[in-house]
RNA sequence: GCUCUGUUGGAGAAGCGGCUUAACUCAAUGCCCUCUCAAGGCAUCAUUCAUGGGUUCGAAUCCCAUACAGAGUACCA
């Protein structure tokens, strides 16, 4: 045995496998070609974030267009970072946005034959691949503590160098392996490196699925793959994780863009093959007329919580990050009138290069539009599923009678261009609540706000006039008809022209006397469409308003 | 500081050497329609593609410099 077996040996002493192992225990996917395996790799670090939402939405988007697979994988190397629970937390947020991955980890458990899916349970794995890296003098045990690179990044900052642990800094790389042996059996605390190759005056070709062609600065930095903890850092991991795991498409955000150089290093030296990459850019906020990417501290958008909680139609978002990530999708939006996002082809080369700003208006405007667009009944159910979690009181007025509440979100809707009131279902009972009685002599509380320049008198007589005369049994014609002859005895103009040429003559116009009419049965002056809203009111309950009304003017 | 990567209207962007008087979408504004509102229809909104040079018969598109912005620079991911 030479002296680095005995190295790795007295390092990893439980390791019998070998890399050749593994490879046989994670063999190829049986894919089709062109097939797709992507992932989504959060760190339980706190719930879903937008961004991360956004990549794993056309990472799964990928894999399904192609026949592949889209996994799921907890990345929980750090250790102090972590927030209990928020594994779970973030499967079952990416679950609402019906992003459900094919294998991988589930928040309660795995599926899958290349697991296990969570990090900290892949030990074994990653110290088998080191053990074999040190064997073969890839990777080295460094003593350097942190104040020695606290030090170290202070001199070299001084001297304007590149900082960091590389070349002639890297201090323990050739430490002899006899001292690194007794050092270790003396129980001093290392970290394992990688040993880099390579030179940062050299550039290297890399390319990017989104961003084409790229040169950056070779990886000459021994970076840390073995922490004192035990557990291998991202950078490893990822190699490790995604070679075993057979992923051939790494999505991941823009940050990452500048360690691909050590990632394409250590692909190299392990002898796999490495993936591709799409480095999709990360969703921006504008910060004192700064770009800056989304910051849960700061931005509510930043959390999907915040949607969802807020009570936006999940689909919405997603629509809307969709929009981002193609903008080609608007125009195949406008083409089809389609928002199922299964029938778009999705191109990563027509991915922007530079993060988005965050547009609430325009996710406010594609919120609207399929929410209109939805059936009856189905928003009906989302509304209700919605409400008995987190309105008490939509629950309550939906259950009084769900048949009209159905009718209530029919206003309007079963036509070519519905009407657009809600773009989140928390937007529905502020604007329906009317309808309830109790909620009507709360409205009537303060002082209806009716026209000042028309005498109470006339209201007064009008409504009287108009109480229990209604002509709903028709159509909406006859209903107007109505409202207008009744209006007209009243001196109310019913020809808005007519009432132009000289307002003086009138009471008003035909829409003065309609306001009456609005303001007496819904206590607002902005309403949906008031025939449907009086079709849908018992007639006793159109009655009780109006002589309500009417006893207020007294 | 250093290393990368970017920069087309208020926002998302198309365009990638002549077909661009810079598409499309959101926002904004105005008009029309109209029982209010919403929706819808119509129209307006970049003489110019960060700036300055260059190449070319011709540049938003190619080259160089500058400015600005973002990311990275951890025993975090």
Redesign the pocket.
Known sequence: MNLKEELANLIFPNIKETIEDLERRYPERNLKEGAKVTRF?P?PTGFLHTGSLFTSMIANKIARDSGGIFYTRL?D??TK?EIEGSDKLLLKQLKEFGIVPNEGYFGDHEEGIYGPYVQSKRKEIYETVIKELIIRGDAYPCF???ED?EAL?EEQ?KN?E????YGKYAKYRDLDVETAISWIKEGK?Y?IRFKSRGNHENKIKVHDEI??D????ENDQDV?IL???G?P??HFAHVVDDHFMHTNLVTRG??????LPIHIEMFRVLGFKAPKYAHL??I?KLDDG????LSKRKDPEASVDYFLSQGFEPSSLLVYLM??AN??Y??FI?QTKDYDLDHFKFSLK?M??????F?N??LA?YAKEILSKMKKEEIAVKSYERAKKFSPELKEFIEEDYSRYEEILNI?REKK?????YAKYSDIYPIIKFFKHDEYLNILKSPLEFNENISKSIIKDFLAAYLGNYALEAD?NVW?QNVKEIAVKFNFCGD?KLYKEDPGKWSGN??DA??II?LAIVGR???????AIMKILPKDEIDFRIKSTIDTLN
């Open positions: 790799a760190s990345e190397t750090d970072r350097l503590t942190p690179l990044r900052t304007k590149i900082t960091g642990v605390p970290v961003k084409g790229l040169l950056l600065t840390v922490k004192s903890d557990l850092t991202y823009e940050e990452w863009l500048a360690s850019p990360v921006m700064n770009k800056r990417k929009t981002i903008s080609n608007e125009e406008v027509k922007s290069l530079d993060g988005a700003l547009d208006d325009k405007f309007d261009n519905p009407r657009k009131d909406e107007f808005n035909i829409n309609c306001e609005r002056k902005v309403t949906p469409n008031l025939f």
